[in-house]
């Protein structure tokens, strides 16, 4: 009988059967993550966590934006908390981005495409009407344009409409546009235009800054800071915008591809350039330039037919560039002056000629033709602030751009053609008025380069932290303190710029229609009076009725007139002519806030004409008033 194995047979059995690892697979120990890659999950999760959050708060802010109610200070009261923290953290998470700029760029441009649409897209997707009033001439144009199928360039259209005659690429790629879409008007998408010309900006900017600088970090706080800067409202859907865009590629193709050999010298030596300035572009040939003449050309021509001053600023900003040596191509500056002025005696020769004989009474006139609008103050809480948030803003950038010529010389050796294409416009102040908006075409034209400075001077050069402790701890303030303290400023002076004065650029649609059926009414060559342009529709049929926008002239003379407005109108109204009156609620609102009109003054204006028998009340609203002009008999004053 076989005896059971003992304890230790038993352990050492147990030990046969349990299998062993072999020297030839040997146990895989678990692996750290190498340092890098530990560091890149907290950096990728402030890469897009404020991105992901900014976007559900701006969602969630949008319908609680109470745009119909619109006080003083317009849309600035009216924004929820929720779209003032959604701008602070694509703040904060664009900051975080730029840490990151050099390795993966499309993170600080995610956070830029995020700013733009945060900013300007409110009014696009809230709106129920067109933001700013008068841009609805614009459509007027374009509706004229597909209903009739041709240009008057000689007629003497009222409201100074001939221009737009004169100068129709925009307006005919626009119309375009609208049967291409298959929609009715271009009112469908006016209100986008900020959003889709910021977005074909971006990359123009982006291939301007890169011809001066490898360093990401910068060219994006460039962009950023162009955004946040670029508050003057000439991105809407107009000739200036459209024109703007192409005259930018222009001066970027140039810039990249029109150097001359041998012309750069010590600018392609490293040690002699700022850590972050890129080399200059290579060299072109005749041949080379002469093909790039020739493809510019039609942008040129483009600019030519979408708009008046932009062809004046881009022969300027060319000039300008001969007077480096890197640039001194004048065959390009022959052929874009050529083509200008083929233009201007050709197409444009009414409104040339018309202007060479203001220049007269405007050149040298710097207080006159620096001033903006009409009138002399801004009136009310809103516009106030706006006005005075407008001129810190110019102050704020043109002292961070500034600062950068002083602190960074060696960028600037470099940079230098871009400083000279950003204050060429400035001159033109000595020329004209240009309608009162001179002082916004020179802010808007040098505000490429003034970006670009200025975030130079937020942004330290990469290698300026190896220069010695002071270096660095100078470096680090102003990375870390310096530029978001800027951003946060900026950010802060752009909102009331762009939305203190809203209150003027929203208008309620039943003032929209009031207008249109009140033109509509009129017969052929009547005439439309109103106190402004500055309200919906009132270009509508411009080219069958007359208009009178008899407050647009200095606030003496609208004083004079509210003694006695209905004597005042009825004297300058041609006899025979059937007038009309329009008074609304966005005229108030603009009359007032521009100082045409005192306080309290358009509303003595319509209670006067109201009453008096010179005038029959058409049709009267609270948002809006018509009313038709009575014509006195042979021999009869009324």
């Not at 060559?525 to 500055?534: D, E, F, K, M, Y």
Request: glycine share 8%.
């Amino acid at each position: 009988m076989a005896q059971p194995p003992t304890k230790a047979e038993a352990e050492t059995e147990a030990e046969a059967e349990t299998p062993q690892p072999t020297r030839s697979t040997p146990p895989r120990p678990r692996r750290a993550l190498p340092r890098p890659l530990r560091a890149l999950r907290p950096q990728l999760l402030l890469s897009w966590l404020p991105l992901l959050a900014g976007a559900v708060l701006w969602v969630y802010a949008l319908p609680r934006i109470g745009f119909r109610t619109m006080g003083d200070y317009g849309l600035l009261d009216r924004f929820p908390v929720a779209f003032y923290a959604t701008l602070a953290l694509l703040t904060c998470g664009f900051l975080a981005a730029l840490r990151r700029a050099g390795t993966a760029p499309w993170w600080p441009a995610s956070y830029c495409v995020a700013l733009l649409v945060a900013l300007k897209a409110p009014p696009a997707v809230l709106y129920d009407s067109v933001r700013y009033p008068w841009a609805s001439k614009h459509d007027a144009v374009i509706n004229q344009l597909l209903l009739n199928g041709e240009l008057r360039p000689n007629g003497a259209l009222s409201g100074n409409m001939s221009a737009y005659d004169q100068w129709p690429g925009f307006f005919t790629l626009v119309g375009g546009l609208v049967r291409a879409f298959g929609v009715e008007s271009a009112a469908v998408f006016l209100n986008w235009a900020p959003i889709a010309l910021g977005l074909l900006l971006m990359p123009v900017l982006v291939l301007l800054y890169r011809t001066f600088t490898e360093d990401w970090r910068l060219v994006w706080t460039a962009v950023w800071i162009f955004q946040l800067a670029n508050w003057v409202g000439q991105d809407y859907l107009a000739p200036q915008g459209f024109a703007y865009l192409l005259h930018l590629s222009v001066i970027a193709v140039v810039l990249r591809h029109f150097v001359l050999p041998k012309s750069a010298g010590r600018l392609r030596d490293r040690s002699f350039l700022d850590p972050a300035s890129a080399a200059v572009p290579p060299p072109t040939g005749t041949r080379q330039r002469a093909v790039c003449v020739a493809l510019l050309a039609p942008l040129i021509l483009a600019v030519n037919a979408a708009h008046q001053l932009t062809p004046v600023m881009l022969c300027v900003s060319l000039f300008a560039l001969t007077l480096t040596r890197r640039y001194r191509n004048y065959g390009l500056l022959a052929v874009a002056v050529l083509i200008m002025l083929a233009w201007d005696l050709t197409m444009g020769r009414p409104l040339f000629v018309e202007t060479l004989g203001t220049l007269r009474d405007s050149l040298g006139e710097l207080t006159q033709n620096s001033r903006a609008g009409y009138a002399g103050e801004l009136t009310g809480p809103g516009p106030e602030l706006a006005g005075r948030a407008n001129v810190l803003m110019v102050l704020a950038v043109a002292a961070l751009a500034g600062a950068a010529l002083l602190l960074r010389r060696r960028l600037l050796r470099s940079a230098l053609p871009l400083l000279l294409v950003s204050v060429a416009p400035v001159p033109l102040f000595v020329v004209n008025d240009y309608g009162g908006e001179m002082l916004f075409r020179v802010y808007l034209f040098g505000l490429p380069g003034a970006a670009f400075f200025a975030a130079a001077t937020l942004v330290p050069a990469v290698g300026a932290a190896r220069r010695g402790p002071a270096r660095r701890r100078a470096a680090a303030l102003t990375l870390h303190v310096a530029l978001p303290v800027s951003l946060v400023a900026l950010l802060a002076g752009f909102l009331p710029s762009y939305y203190g004065k809203e209150k003027m650029y929203y208008t309620p649609p039943a003032e929209t229609a009031l207008v249109t059926r009140a033109i509509d009414r009129a017969p052929e060559g009547a005439l439309i009076l109103a106190t402004t342009g500055s309200f919906p529709q009132a270009l509508h049929r411009y080219d069958r009725v007359e208009h009178w926008f008899f407050a647009e002239q200095e606030l003496p003379e609208n004083e004079r007139m509210l003694a006695d407005p209905a004597r005042y109108l009825a004297d300058r109204i041609p006899p025979d002519t059937d007038a009309y009156v329009i008074l609304t609620r966005t005229q108030d609102i603009y009359a007032a806030g521009e100082g045409l009109l005192p306080p309290g003054g358009f509303g003595a204006l319509r209670s006067r004409l109201s009453v008096s028998p010179l005038f029959r009340v058409v049709e009267a609203h609270s948002y809006g008033i018509v009313l038709e002009y009575r014509q006195a008999a042979e021999g009869e004053r009324p």
